[in-house]
């Protein structure tokens, strides 16, 4: 039996344990962080057995499928405990900076700015340009697992991934809630959103655990990754569907008020340091990724 380990399981490995690390040193201000540690554990746990498992000589082929998509699964278990590690680690989190930054480049809170735009029209269009994010990039995943593409999937998973972890060090570095709670009190008027707008929008709220995620727009850069991979894939119909998708995202990261111009122009910067490290660092761990006999 092999361990048959991809770069990016490597990648989420060292993740895990960077976090289990930070949970461990800061242990006492944290008062389930046992609970945290044997979270992190248990992925690694099922990375390292998936692994193992696909290194028979006739593995299931469903289980190939799972450890080709075991990272959405990876990503979001962090995610979500993050809600139990950043609030424990700062006793304030940065959302004024971020705002006086805001105001100093505009002269005004842009999400007040966007109050003349808004239209219950738009409103609905943006909302699902913004939940666009979360299909996006398994859909590029998908078609390029169909389309026999291994090392296209390989590659753009690995970017997709990468980029996810470092705007989660963004948001454990950096913390900040967004000005859909920061500015409220400013606001003049409602988005005008319809009740299905409204069901997707407290849908969404209630499942975020982690709310100090405004800094990067982690839905900029992931964004912006999927539409590049769409495009170096080949897959250029997919990038021609992307490209109004994302560009409306963007926009409703701030129309919407759940990001700062300063998060959306951090989560550009942080697309461009991804697309530089990706390729240096899935070519190094592609050498740590060779099957060892076990």
């Known amino acids: 039996m092999r361990l048959t380990l991809k770069p990016v399981d490597i990648l989420s490995l060292l993740f895990i344990g960077l976090l289990s690390a930070v949970t461990i040193a800061f242990f006492p201000l944290i008062p389930f962080w046992g609970w945290l540690v044997m979270r992190y554990a248990l992925l690694a746990l099922a990375i390292v057995s998936v692994a193992l498992y696909n290194g028979r000589a006739h593995p299931w082929k469903p289980a190939v499928h799972l450890q080709a998509f075991l990272p959405v699964l990876v990503i979001m278990v962090i995610f979500d405990s993050l809600g139990d590690l950043i609030p424990q680690l700062w006793p304030r989190y940065f959302d004024d900076v971020l ?51 291994p090392e296209k999937f390989d590659t753009a998973v690995f970017g997709l991934i990468l980029c996810f972890y470092l705007s989660y060090v963004g948001y454990i570095l950096i913390p900040a809630v967004g000005p859909r709670f920061t500015l409220a009190h400013l606001q003049t008027t409602s988005l005008q959103a319809n009740s299905l707008t409204t069901a997707i929008q407290n849908t969404l709220n209630s499942l975020e655990y982690n709310k100090t995620d405004a800094f990067p727009s982690g839905h900029t850069a992931v964004a912006l990754m999927t539409l590049y991979y769409a495009w170096k894939s080949g897959e250029k ?53 060779k099957p060892s006999d076990g």
């Not at 738009?122 to 666009?132: C, N």
């Open 237 to 289: 119909a997919l990038a021609g569907i992307l490209l109004p998708l994302v560009s409306g995202l963007i926009f409703a990261t701030v129309y919407l008020r759940y990001h700062y111009v300063i998060d959306v122009i951090a989560g550009v910067l942080l697309f461009a340091v991804t697309i530089y490290l990706a390729p240096k660092l899935y070519e190094g761990l592609s050498r740590l990724t």
């Open 99 to 149: 705002i006086r930054i805001d105001y100093a480049i505009f002269g005004v809170h842009p999400t007040l700015w966007t109050e003349r735009l808004i239209h219950a029209g738009l409103t609905t269009a943006l909302q699902f340009a913004y939940i666009s994010y979360y299909p996006m990039s398994i859909t590029l995943a998908v078609i390029l697992l169909m389309k026999n593409k």
